[in-house]
């Protein structure tokens, strides 16, 4: 069967920006690269792997960053799917320094941001970013700087759309003056919902939210964590496809960008796609409010 086959397909479709249509069930590529998102992978040819059949399941959206790496994830990327094929959408991100090991300082200067936005065509192998997000607002840095950096890089046709990262509602509505915000991407998962506000919001004016860590088990609260044991033993599947799976049915504007090094995890995560929580698994676990 086709779903078998291409299993991303069965979570549904959501349109970025009004003219990019992708599977709600996309791929995030942080995990490509090193320990502490830092140099090469331990296994390269399982990272090539691992882009290859994203598409052969049916994911047509990969989230990336020039930090991942650095670069590193973006190379990779471009080395196992360039030329890409027509309905692949190659979202990236700037606005993050890497120093070592998990040490990610922010800088939104312009400077920065030409440089990474420059780099990032250049190892992506692409004129045009179809989605490119700011990583975080810079309270060093004038907001007017970086948001101002980005409509023009939007008018030269540099980048096709704009999304932002870890971002308040009045941080939208303040890009929003500057450009059309078509994202945003903050860490959400079952346990962890504080950005409730701003999912409700995206719903709204129809941007795409894209939740990053869809578990967090190690800091969730207990009785949440025990909810998605219950479900997962329901269903007979893994808890990390129960968390996505939920975060699916929590918003029809949800992305989710569940990442991993292995092709036997993203054939495993892919298949959350397949799983209809069920009214009794949404007592155990509900739905945002």
């Known amino acids: 069967m086709e779903a078998t086959h291409a299993p991303a397909t069965e979570a549904g479709t959501i349109t970025i920006g009004g003219d ?5 069930m996309a791929y995030g590529a942080m995990r490509l690269t090193g320990k502490g998102i ?6 390269h040819d399982e ?4 882009l290859k059949r994203c598409l052969e399941l049916g994911i047509n959206f990969i989230d990336t960053a ?5 670069y590193v994830s973006e190379e990779l990327i471009a080395e196992a799917l360039h030329p890409y094929p027509d309905g692949l959408i190659i979202a990236t991100k700037g606005g993050l320094l890497r120093t070592g090991p998990n040490q990610w300082p922010v800088d939104g200067s312009r400077k920065h941001l030409e440089e990474a936005l420059n780099g990032s065509l250049k190892r ?3 004129e045009r970013i179809d989605l490119y997000q700011l990583h975080r607002f810079d309270t060093k840095v004038p907001s007017d700087e970086y948001l101002s950096f980005l409509q023009e890089s939007q008018q030269q046709g540099k980048i096709r759309h704009i999304g932002l990262s870890e971002v308040s509602i009045e941080q939208i509505e303040e890009a929003s003056q500057y450009f059309d915000v078509v994202s945003v991407q903050n860490m959400y998962n079952f346990g962890e919902q504080r950005w409730n506000d701003v999912l409700h919001y995206c719903q709204q004016k129809n941007i795409a939210f894209i939740p990053w860590y869809p578990l967090n088990a190690g800091n969730m609260n207990p009785d949440r964590h025990n909810a998605i044991r219950k479900v997962a033993a329901r269903h007979n599947t893994t808890e990390f496809q129960i968390a996505l799976a939920w975060l699916l049915a929590a918003s029809p ?8 090094s ?5 054939e495993e995560n892919v298949m959350a796609a397949t799983i209809k929580l069920t009214d009794e698994d949404l007592r155990d676990m509900p739905l945002p409010k």
């Open 262 to 266: 292995s092709v036997k995890h993203l």
């Open 66 to 70: 020039d930090s991942y790496g650095p």
């Open 47 to 50: 990272s090539i792997r691992v």
């Open 20 to 24: 990019l249509t992708v599977n709600r």
């Open 124 to 126: 992506l192998k692409l």
């Open 38 to 43: 830092w140099g090469p992978p331990k296994d």
């Open 253 to 260: 504007v949800m992305l989710p960008i569940a990442g991993t």
